[in-house]
């Protein structure tokens, strides 16, 4: 069974930088992609940031793009690195695991299989 935990949340001013990590462990000799999404209170669940694993080429959500780089250590770990915070990305932060092979990443979370707990990142303004 996959297991994901993720770490590296936490408080920061506007303007600061957060590194995320998730590491995959059980079953993940199956896994096509990885992705990261985030949830706001009262919002619905978003796509951030995926990667063909391992060694893909990331895609971002257009909210994040040229603030947030995503990478692998090319064994079970991803990160998403967060620069340029702004208050408008708190949120809590998961990562997923896609074990169906596709012609693309996805970027809904309904294509990914299993997730993470998630992690608290809170951008003070």
């Known amino acids: 069974q996959v297991h994901l935990v993720e770490s590296g949340g936490g408080l920061v001013q506007a303007g600061g930088s957060l590194r995320l990590s998730c590491a995959a462990s059980g079953g993940t000799d199956r896994t096509y992609a990885m992705g990261w999404f985030r949830q706001a209170p009262g919002k619905e669940r978003e796509f951030v940031a995926a990667?063909?694993?391992?060694?893909?080429?990331p895609y971002y959500a257009d909210s994040v793009k040229g603030r947030f780089t995503m990478s692998d250590n090319a064994k079970n770990t991803v990160y998403l690195q967060m620069n340029s915070l702004k208050p408008e990305d708190t949120a809590v932060y998961y990562c997923?695991?896609?074990?169906?092979?596709?012609?693309?990443?996805?970027?809904?979370?309904?294509?990914?299989?299993?997730w993470g707990q998630g992690t608290q990142v809170t951008v003070s303004s």
């Open positions: 990667i063909r694993w391992i060694g893909g080429t």
């Open positions: 997923a695991i896609d074990q169906s092979p596709s012609c693309r990443v996805k970027t809904t979370h309904q294509g990914y299989d299993c």
